[in-house]
Every structure is written in structure tokens, then in C-alpha cells.
């Protein structure tokens, strides 16, 4: 039993039930989970036992009912433990692991309560359910069915060791991952060798140094992806390469620091027998089937249709960037350390853009409030009004309610934007509190992003690319908080993982609208807005490296598939040896440009949701970039244009087949054209005409 001193013990009394952090301790977290499974197993066990015969209400709508108090901590559990997290919190999450994923097999596994959910399913014609209903039921039978309840007792068996086993594989990946950040982050002694840097980040550099002990040095720190964002401005080679085999180089045991290969090959085995188990070719198979791709060939088609287009511009690329670095009187071939940093002087020299000139004009509170909110005012008439009553996990979050066009409250939106030791690497969004009619509740929401934190004092400049991620999780962010669903499941971003990302993509575009970026591009001292000529340019360079960009991506999603189609017996020896064979076989062998993340912290898909599922993000762009276009033809930035987007898709969850949602906001299936536009590629490639449910783009 829980402790009624407990804070999860009830709801919070706070407004929206945001979680009481000034009430809440890291001993608080494992008591609640392990009494919110019990609880939730004794409701579940209630609804298999009930002597009345099985209804909609009595089966499907009492269990979106269940596990109340497990769903209120492990919201504010899990986001502390990307975060904000420390040794007690990695304990718990170890402990909790493999117990949840034995909570979840115990009720997908119950007998009893399949019979129920199978009777209804069966008799589903004749039930008259509404659209979100009917398919409340068809998602549940199959997620039955998917957990293994068709299975006999000794192969039910098996999914449960491997489920666990899974979950605390994940875990402990996860848990490198982070360690890995300060293991492999790169100390400088001398700050001539800093020479390209901003005097903003030279003393955030010593800054962290010292915060680790090092007074009188720089530490540069390393992030989620291949690529770091130093390595645009380090003028010094030899630093650079440094800084990129300490990012590249991670994860494989060098010089006796942390190898998650074991846990690579460990987890794909496991993942592939458990397909197998359930009678799938291969992992993909399994994870795919309820997306919209709905097979692998069919997202691996997609991705290979943008091959050549892609290594047509990488290779343009490549060749100015040689050109520079011989200028520079280089005797060398480009290598991954150079590519940042000279495709950065190719776009100060093409585009006469530096990145000095740029930053002032990027501020990270003006940006957040006169171009993020001000944009989702424009377009959704919504208000964001920041409050300092409710407590907070960390002094950087930022609480804002969100007020609807008439003045009524939509919900809370959390704001953390500043990276630190005790937070993963990357950008989210999640939520404290779901959204539904059945529990009445209104979302509350929290946006989490990793950008540099300044020298004490000083502001807060920020990169285009972070100005981008901003409006990109605020469109995670508005999928949530404008969540008009019945029941819980369906709620928010409760949607397949190639849908998902289409809304948050959808709005990095309005960064780039004149409108908007007249409002919000300011230079932080002068107070004046950034020139015409200065924005035409950013505009245009916006095109420049995306065949980079796009090949990096490409390179990450198809080693995703490839580790997900592979048959249990076919597992390789060697990790690096099988990314080499894996990308080769797609013409994306190619040194200078590494995949975004290399197997060994390829985070997305061995620590988090993405498994056989990181194509999402450029089969969500294709409907993003059809999306944008369509409403730039129809008006661009109007409360008609936001709204009839938030009608039709943000406020539905996942109570519509994704691509029904798609097509009744668009009238038609998108097009992959404007997604070429979008990156600045051949537009005369061969593609596939459209994105639909029976096939990909």
C-alpha cells in the first residue's frame, strides 16, 4: 500500500493537477509505481471477473479507466529521468524496468480479460460504435494479439523473459548513454586552440570546466548526434578531430572506457526472436504493421527513391568544401572533422552570412515570445501567460498557461531549455498530465531542448537550427495541448510514430514566414530588426549542406533497418563491421559524412520509442511539407489556416486512422514534391507520387 504522505498517493491539488515538485522526492517514486501496478492489476482483474457479459463500457471504457495513480507517477518519473536525473533516479529506473514490463505482459497476457475484448471484437459489426470508439476496440484487440495473447502458455512464457529482459537492456543503454556525455567530452588546456569560437562559448567552455574541476581549462562537451556543434566554428584541425572521434568513437570500448555493443547486438537478437515468436518475418515487420507504412519495403523503398538525389548534392558539396580547404593549403581529402566547419565558410562566402552577424539576432526569450508564441497566436488565436506560483523539477523550467481565443484555459506548458550533465542529449516533448473526457482532465504539457547554457550574465544566443527545434517541439507541443479526445488512449500524440512528427514538422516552417520572423528576429542589444538583405540570405542558404543534412539522416534510418530485419539466426559479430556492410549496400559508405548517430548511441532506437521506426521522421516531412504548401496557397499564417489544421488533425489524437485524418484536412494524398523543395533537392528525381496507408512516398 502506498502512504497517503505520498504526493502520487491522490491527484494533485495543484491547478491542472501539475505535479507538486516542492512536495515530491526521489524516495516517493518506487512506493507509487509499485502500488499503482497493484492497483492497476487488481481494476484489470475486476474487469475480467465481472460476472455481467462483456460490453464496450464494461470492458474497453473501464479499462482506459485503470491505472490512475501508476500513470501520475511514472509521467513525472520518466521526464525527471531524461531531465533531471541522478543515481537514485537511474536506481529506480533499473529496479522498475523489467517490473513494469512484467506489469504490462500481466495484463495484456490475462486470459480472461482477452476473452472479454476478443467477444466484442468479434461482434464488432453489430456494436453501432461511434469512428473513435470502433477503432478503440480494433487497437486494443490487436495490441492483445501483438502482446501475445493468441500465444500457448510456453511461448506466453518466453515473450515475458524477453520483454524484460528488453526493458532493462534499454535502461541500462540509456544510462551509458549519459555517462558517456562527460566520459567523452574533450578537455582543452591552451585557449588559443579555442580560436573560431565565440567569446560567449569560450567562457561557457571554462565554465563547465570548472564545474568538473578543471579550473583554468575548456570542456567541450559532446551531444546525441555525430556531429557537434563546435566543430562549425573550431578553426584549429587537429581540435576538431579531437572533438569528432570523441563523439564518433563512442560506445565501443576505447581505451577502456564504456562499450554498449553487447547491448546492441543483445537487443536486436531479442528484438528479432520476439517477431519471430509472434509470427513476423522480422522486427520491422512487427513495428511497422500498425503505422502508416505498414511494411518495411515499403518505408526502405521511400528512403532509397531519395538516394540519388541526395549523393548528386553531397557530392556538390564535397567538392566546394575541397576546394576551400586546399585554399587554406590543406594537402588533404575532406574528412567528417572538416565538413561543419568548412561548409561553413562556403555559406559565409556564398551567402555572405557569419554566424557572429547572425546569433544577435536570435535570442532565446525573444524567439520563444515574439516568434514561437506569437506564431501559435496567429495561426490558433491561443495565449501563453507565464506563471510563478507552481514548483518546478529544475530552477531553469519556465511554466506558462495556455489560454484558449475565447480566454479559457487550455492547459500548462513546461518549458526547459538549457542543457546540463543530469539531462539527455536531444529535444522532446512530453506530458505531466493526459488529456480525456472519460477523466477529465486537461493536458499539461513539457517542451525539453539541450541548448548551450551562456556564461553567467550573458544572453542567451541561439543558432537557426535551435531557433527550428524550438518551433518543432512547440508543434509536439500544440498536438498535445489541443487534445479533444474521449478517451485516454487516443489522447495527444497517441498517434503511429510516422505520424507524429508530422504537426511538430509542420511548424518549423512559420520560423522562416516574414511575418513571423519580423517579430522575433531582433538584434538583443541595437533593438533593431535584422535587415532585408540579411534574412534574404539566411533564406537562401537555407538550401546549402542539405545534402548533407539529408544523407547523415538517410545513413541512421536505413542502419535502423537493417538491424531490424535481420532473422534471428542472422545476427552479425562485429557492430562497426555490420554498419560498414549495411550502409554499403546503399551507396552511403561515403567517410566525410558518418550516419547521425552510429549503433553504439544511436539513442532513438536502442533507448527509446523508434525502433525500426527512425524513417518517421523524413515519411512525417513529406506530409509536413504537402501540409505547408497547401496552406501557404490557401492564405499562409490566418486563424482560418490554424484552425482548420487544429479541426482536423491536432485536436483528434489518434481517434482517426492517421491517414484518414491527413486526407480529410488535405482533400487528397500528399505529394513528395514540396518535400524536395523543402530540402533543396533535384525535384526531377524519381519518387513515388504519395504518401498513403498501403504504401510510403
Not at 485503470?66 to 501520475?72: K, P, Q, V
Not at 536570435?362 to 507565464?386: C, H, K, Q, S
Not at 480525456?436 to 482532465?441: E, I, M
Not at 511575418?515 to 542558404?541: F, M, Q, S, V
Amino acid at each position: 500500500m502506498i502512504d497517503k504522505s505520498n504526493p502520487f498517493y491522490a491527484p494533485s491539488t495543484l491547478p491542472f493537477e501539475a505535479p507538486d515538485f516542492d512536495a515530491i522526492a526521489d524516495a516517493h517514486y518506487e512506493p507509487a509505481m509499485l502500488a499503482g501496478m497493484e492497483q492497476q492489476l487488481a481494476e484489470v482483474q475486476a474487469i475480467a471477473e465481472n460476472p455481467d457479459p462483456p460490453t464496450f463500457e464494461n470492458t474497453l471504457v473501464a479499462l482506459e479507466r485503470t491505472g490512475a495513480l501508476l500513470t501520475r507517477v511514472q509521467k513525472v518519473f520518466y521526464n525527471r529521468a531524461s531531465a533531471h536525473t541522478n543515481e537514485e533516479i537511474q536506481r529506480i529506473q533499473a529496479a522498475m524496468a523489467p517490473r513494469l514490463a512484467a506489469h504490462s505482459d500481466n495484463i495484456r497476457l490475462n486470459a480472461d480479460l482477452f476473452a472479454r475484448v476478443q467477444a466484442l471484437y468479434e461482434q464488432r459489426e453489430a456494436l453501432d460504435l461511434d469512428e473513435a470508439s470502433a477503432k478503440l476496440l480494433r487497437d486494443e484487440y490487436r495490441a492483445f494479439v501483438r502482446a501475445g495473447a493468441l500465444l500457448n502458455a510456453e511461448e506466453q512464457q518466453r515473450i515475458r523473459e524477453i520483454n524484460a529482459e528488453l526493458s532493462s537492456l534499454s535502461t541500462e543503454f540509456q544510462e551509458k548513454l549519459l555517462a558517456m556525455t562527460q566520459e567523452r567530452a574533450v578537455l582543452i588546456d591552451d585557449r588559443s586552440d579555442l580560436e573560431g569560437l565565440r567569446e560567449d562559448r569560450i567562457a561557457a567552455a571554462r565554465e563547465a570546466a570548472a564545474e568538473r574541476g578543471h579550473d583554468g581549462q575548456y570542456l567541450l562537451s559532446i551531444t546525441n548526434t555525430t556531429r557537434v556543434p563546435v566543430l562549425t566554428s573550431l578553426s584549429n584541425r587537429e581540435v576538431r578531430r579531437r572533438v569528432w572521434e570523441a563523439s564518433a568513437q563512442r560506445g565501443i570500448g576505447q581505451h577502456e572506457g564504456i562499450d554498449t555493443r553487447p547491448l546492441v547486438l543483445r537487443m536486436a537478437g531479442l528484438r528479432a526472436e520476439r517477431a519471430a515468436l509472434l509470427g513476423y518475418k522480422t522486427f520491422a515487420h512487427f513495428v511497422l504493421e500498425p503505422q502508416t507504412a505498414e511494411r518495411p519495403e515499403d518505408a526502405l523503398a521511400m528512403l532509397s527513391d531519395l538516394i540519388p538525389a541526395v549523393r548528386a548534392n553531397t557530392e556538390r558539396e564535397a567538392a566546394m568544401l575541397q576546394e576551400r580547404i586546399r585554399a587554406d593549403g590543406i594537402d588533404d581529402e575532406v574528412r567528417p572533422w572538416d565538413w561543419a566547419y568548412y561548409a561553413e565558410r562556403v555559406r559565409e562566402a556564398k551567402y555572405d552570412i557569419d554566424e557572429q552577424e547572425v546569433r544577435p539576432y536570435f535570442e532565446l526569450n525573444r524567439v520563444l515570445e515574439e516568434g514561437v508564441f506569437y506564431t501559435m497566436n496567429r495561426l490558433f488565436g491561443i495565449a501563453f501567460e507565464e506563471r510563478f506560483d507552481l514548483p518546478v523539477y529544475h530552477e531553469d523550467v519556465r511554466v506558462f498557461d495556455v489560454l484558449d481565443h475565447d480566454g479559457e484555459p487550455l492547459g500548462l506548458f513546461y518549458a526547459d531549455y538549457f542543457a546540463r550533465d543530469s539531462k539527455r542529449g536531444g529535444a522532446w516533448m512530453s506530458s505531466f498530465v493526459g488529456q480525456s473526457h472519460v477523466l477529465d482532465q486537461q493536458p499539461v504539457v513539457v517542451n525539453v531542448l539541450n541548448i548551450p547554457r551562456p556564461a553567467e550574465g550573458e544572453p542567451a544566443l541561439i543558432s537557426f537550427d535551435d531557433v527550428t527545434t524550438l518551433f518543432h517541439e512547440m508543434g509536439h507541443g500544440v498536438h498535445g495541448l489541443f487534445s479533444d479526445t474521449r478517451y485516454p488512449s487516443q489522447a495527444m500524440t497517441s498517434v503511429p510514430r510516422d505520424f507524429v512528427e508530422f504537426p511538430s514538422t509542420f511548424e518549423e516552417d512559420w520560423a522562416l514566414h516574414p511575418e513571423a520572423l519580423a517579430n522575433y528576429a531582433i538584434h538583443h542589444e541595437t533593438g533593431k530588426r535584422i535587415p532585408d538583405d540579411l534574412l534574404e540570405r539566411i533564406i537562401a542558404a537555407r538550401d546549402f549542406n542539405q545534402g548533407f543534412e539529408t544523407q547523415e539522416y538517410l545513413a541512421a534510418a536505413l542502419l535502423d533497418l537493417a538491424w531490424h530485419t535481420l532473422a534471428p539466426d542472422a545476427l552479425p559479430e562485429d557492430v562497426l563491421g555490420f554498419e560498414r556492410e549495411a550502409l554499403a549496400a546503399h551507396g552511403l559508405d561515403y567517410a566525410p559524412v558518418p550516419p547521425r548517430y552510429k549503433s553504439p548511441y544511436f539513442a532513438h532506437i536502442f533507448a527509446g520509442g523508434y525502433a525500426a521506426n527512425y524513417y518517421a521522421y523524413i515519411w512525417s516531412e513529406v506530409l509536413a511539407a504537402d501540409a505547408f504548401a497547401y496552406l501557404a496557397e490557401e492564405g499562409g499564417l490566418t486563424r482560418e489556416n490554424g484552425e482548420r489544421f487544429r479541426a482536423a488533425v491536432l485536436s483528434r489524437g489518434g481517434s482517426r486512422e492517421a491517414m484518414d485524418l491527413y486526407q480529410r484536412f488535405r482533400g487528397q494524398e500528399p505529394a513528395v514534391a514540396p518535400l524536395l523543395r523543402r530540402r533543396g533537392l533535384d525535384t526531377s528525381v524519381s519518387a513515388r507520387p504519395t504518401a498513403s496507408g498501403h504504401g510510403g512516398p
